[in-house]
């Protein structure tokens, strides 16, 4: 068997072809791996975030109803704010004067007895 130039120059040209054609499919069976451990990595992903959505809206579900209670509260305590004040100040228009009228009139009255008892017992001494 002869080799010619040409011979071995399609030798050659065959071994870095098929080098190269084993090389594409080593890449390519890698990237095959990459792709497969990715499609599980996102079906694990998705089945561990769902539940955790799901969680996640009834924890804002609940929170917007306590929300509702608290608000519901608030009115109800600035209602009452409200008729506190009124009542005081019914208080004062009513009964606040004539309170005044009779304290003052009580002290009016014990400070004379005082007095009448001071001048009895400074003329009896």
Do not use: C, H
Request: hydrophobic share 45%; glycine share 8%.
């Amino acid at each position: 068997m002869e080799w010619t130039l040409g011979g071995i120059a399609g030798l050659v040209a065959a071994l870095a072809f098929s080098y190269l054609v084993i090389r594409l499919a080593g890449l390519i069976a890698k990237a095959g791996k990459i792709l497969d451990e990715t499609r599980t990595t996102v079906r694990t992903t998705t089945e561990n975030v769902q539940p955790t959505l799901v969680k996640l809206t009834d924890t804002v579900s609940l929170t917007n109803d306590q929300l509702a209670r608290v608000d519901g509260i608030t009115t109800q305590v600035g209602v009452m704010t409200t008729n506190a004040s009124a009542l005081t100040g019914l208080f004062a228009a009513t009964l606040g004067g004539p309170l005044v009228k009779v304290a003052a009139l009580s002290f009016g009255v014990r400070s004379a007895v005082a007095a009448t008892r001071s001048r009895k017992r400074q003329a009896a001494s």
